[in-house]
């Protein structure tokens, strides 16, 4: 199975910081990197597909970068509703995996 | 508007068989461009991919090797309905489960677009 490592498992941050959050794959997929927002009590939601590509609805402040095997998302100016956990998942082949999160915070 | 509503008990005794069911509105389950897949949620497991079925031109399963063995995820079109039964269920498999459609991307990039609000299975005697 691929394993995602994200990186911090968390960061406290302030309304208006640019904030970046990294995934490291076990192995080289390509593109196939997908990220989510999970708030609490809540059910993940799609941000980035394809490593790069903004999901329809999603605010241009969220950007995603990479292929290979590390991949970034970027928030520029983080916003009160940004505060949530984000996750990592590839689609490269079965089982899909997700990495273990990132949560974001205020400071 | 494409919805999923998840229905099944919240609780469930050891040794056990847990069954869940994800209703879709407005999608059909046998469309060739998804694939309906059961994630779980814990905190010492985190986001855990369980397995999937898919129509292309015949009905098709994955599973998780971590629960192989003891998970059916199946397909009903006349209820347009899929289904997770998993047996011998232990105190591991407490969990929030998650039904959700994966669709495909640019290439072989899928992505789970759409989810269920998630149902929180306990495993307690």
């Known amino acids: 199975d691929i394993q995602l490592t994200q990186s911090p498992p968390s960061l406290s941050a302030s309304l208006g910081d640019r904030v970046t959050i990294s995934c490291r794959t076990s192995?080289?997929?390509?593109?196939?990197l997908n990220w989510y927002q999970q708030k609490a009590g809540e059910a993940p939601k799609l941000l980035i597909y394809?490593?790069?590509t903004l999901q329809g609805g999603v605010p241009p402040r969220f950007s995603g970068a990479g292929s290979g095997t590390e991949f970034t998302l970027t928030i520029s100016s983080l916003q009160p509703e940004d505060f949530a956990t984000y996750y990592c998942?590839?689609?490269?082949?079965?089982?899909?995996?997700f990495g273990q999160g990132t949560r974001v915070d205020i400071k | 508007q494409v919805q999923i509503q998840q229905s099944g008990p919240e609780l469930v005794k050891p040794s056990q068989t847990l069954s869940l069911a994800c209703d879709i509105s407005?999608?059909?389950?046998?469309?060739?461009?998804?694939?309906w897949t059961w994630i779980r949620q814990s905190p010492s497991r985190g986001l855990e991919w369980l397995g999937r079925?898919?129509?292309?031109?015949?009905?098709?399963?994955e599973y998780a090797a971590s629960v192989e063995g003891r998970l059916i995820i199946d397909s009903d079109t006349s209820k347009n309905r899929v289904s997770l039964q998993m047996t011998s269920v232990t105190l591991e498999d407490t969990a929030i489960y998650y039904c959700?459609?994966?669709?495909?991307?640019?290439?072989?990039?899928?992505?789970?677009?759409?989810w269920g609000r998630g149902t929180l299975v306990t495993v307690s005697s």
């Open positions: 192995q080289s997929i390509r593109n196939y």
């Open positions: 407005g999608d059909i389950v046998s469309d060739i461009s998804s694939a």
């Open positions: 079925t898919f129509y292309r031109s015949k009905w098709h399963h």
């Open positions: 959700a459609r994966e669709r495909p991307g640019r290439g072989l990039s899928w992505y789970f677009d759409l």
């Open positions: 394809a490593a790069t």
């Open positions: 998942q590839h689609s490269y082949d079965v089982p899909r995996t």
